[in-house]
């Protein structure tokens, strides 16, 4: 097992320096990689097959409530971007500017998209004429750019992949209701599927999207107790449709502006996935995102028979999980390291002695526990024990997150919670923005949500002792 | 059946201005609109879930052959575009320019992405140090954009979504082998899948990709006889590896550079699906690409019994083929229109007197053919009608293609067919720049491609008469 320690050597202790370790992460589980254009990152074959699994199940999820695929264009013309006011102010600042096509100078300067709602807008204006138009369920999935000063691959990139729905509405309670359900489907997503717990709820004025009239969020807590924005739902009202002149008749013969909606997830999730399941020995990943699931690992390979037993196993089990073999030069130390930099949640193991008696051996990733399992049995024992790998990754994330969350009732309390506890603090608010951006320079802490289905713990703003408008949980953030 | 004539009468006859024709479709079909982005085009949910089927049929091919996605940044600082002299001198004057991000000029421009052999290579340079890491196989699906001057839906526009695959290997011989098998890939894809028959060659010296030592091409022949260029895959040599600084420790322990391809294929391709098989009702779609392969319309769907049964029916035939059903109050008459305007391969006609009998009404899209089918039959008999569709657009398509090429041993011969038949013209040539050039201005033509596996037809140029080196296929194009 020496070189399987050495591979181990070369991460960082999470618990050391959790941003090293996450870089380290991303580079030797071959996720990503750094590239010549300031601020963006290359998404390796690895990393890829994760957002491809991830838009697989998002896009049938979609599908399932109605919505359709669509494209539009990257650019962006500057008087488009400039019709709604908040809109612009919020987004002009970080955008990168195409100039000259060609050897011409351009008339207008047109904007990489940060985000599509402009655009979409200009369109259903001229395909939304009459309520039976309505609604009209749209998502694009697309690359956007933010000219970010600081970034971190997956975290904050200046290029990004994501998807994003923009939706159009005859009245602001079905608007309303597609925002909700779009930040379910992300929950939902992200439980079932990410093993990754979320708090939904509202976001405050402050954080909330540019140009929105609500803004709705899920929040999940990484590792080290700072929380990710994971995907959010937007609700505008008819402010950008009466900016863009977006109208229709409605049943009643009246012209009427549609309610909008938008929503999106970004390959930001991979950061999650990284940071709330990771440990120091590489990524861990939930049986049900993993490319691979099972890596077929041959024990002295060269010896007669034991290659072609693996192969076997490998086309047998092939059958009811996403597996592989490595069947390279390497040790077997060596590619058990591998395997569990990659996250693999399964790794089988067999060689002379297992085929003599008719077994192999099965190591779990997230636990380390080894099974001794009789080859007849693979088929029902492989999906009982990923089953249980999600299952438990997600139990343990639970547990890590509702661990964490602490109440405060005074400014005090919120500053030593800050100082000493990774997590989330709850903490009753009086809706100003001043007592907002005072946690903030007092405690470092940003408001993440207003969290739905929530009792208030107290009846004054932990900050100025107002009377409390809102329980906000607050938190250091990526 | 007035309403349908209506919106027939809509069309241009494609036999009367087919350029017009193939815009009404775009528009009429709801494939396609237009922006407000000079050049970008929108692709709508009908044009996009065709893109869709696109994507999953050749992304199964790529997978099955071995190659991973990635995905690259979208833009490219001047300086590696300018690493490889061809490179730039085909791209530069039609590249959009980002010279600001967010307030600041950028130090260094940066283009959006025409094509990406220049960042991959960036990339492989710090990926590819020995033999063990070849060959490498990757592909990405994004949107490129080239500053064309004039643009058509799907066919030539400023933004278009692609795939682009660029490969390293350790022998010229195992890239030349890959360019040729993606080349095959994508040739058997049109006529399996698009029912789109092909003609397969090498490019000329003139005609090839910028920086390529050999481009092969899969050319197909529209309804005007016009050629479309549709989908390209070159062999690079080592001269972008050398560029690039790629270098490899080869198995005898000397370091070399890597060998390269690339292939692409487009949203171009839906142009050619249009102009191939649509006709003056409109779209007419291949069952396998078909976002829709069967339309439930229920007859006198007010009368008791009809919407049930017809839903009844969308859930059985679910089951075995892409079904949907029509219940908007538009007349059956409209609905039969618009059936045909999207080119959906049948539809399904439901009635009070067909559910008293126990069957119901088949109608092909093709060939308008209609069919009395037991309810009980419909397992059998709508795989088999789809089955039958798919192939006749194929070999319709494959004899509207081998009956419109013709020979040429003279000059006048050649410009008396591209004056007065339609289709591709196969003539000898001695290998000029010069003869080429004449061909185009005297007889409006240029080379498509040199096919594979052809007899030569004569001894002599067509175009001076000198010693021919290679037989052409001639064609307009678009």
Redesign the interface.
Known sequence: MADNKKMVEEITSRDVDFAQWYTDIVKKAELA?Y???RG??????YG??L??NIKAELDRRFKATGH??????????ES?LQKEKDHVEGF????????????EKLAER?C?RPTSET?FC??YK??IHSYRDLPKL?NQW??V?R?EKTTRPFLRT??F?WQEGHTMHATAEEALDETIQMLNIYASFSEEFLAIPVIKGRKTDKEKFAGAEVTYTMEAMMHDGKALQSGTSHYFGNGFAKAFGVEFTDKDNTLKNPYETSWGLSTRIIGAIIMVHGDDNGLVLPPMIAPTQVMVIPIQQHKEGVEDKAREILGNISAFCRAKIDLSDKTPGWKFSECEMKGIPLRLEIGPKDIAENKCVLVRRDTREKYFVPLSELEKKIPEILADIQRSLYENAKESLYSRIYDAQTMDEVKDLAADKPGFIRAMWCGDLECEMKMKEEAGLTSRCMPFDTEPIGDTCVCCGKKAKELVIWGKAY
């Open positions: 990689d590239s010549s254009v963006c990152m290359i998404i390796r074959p890829y097959a957002w491809e359709e695929n669509v494209y539009m264009p990257m650019l962006i013309p488009l002009a600042p970080e955008v990168a500017w195409v100039t000259h096509g060609g050897t047109l990489v655009i200009d369109h001229d395909i749209y697309c690359s750019m000219w200046a290029e992949l």
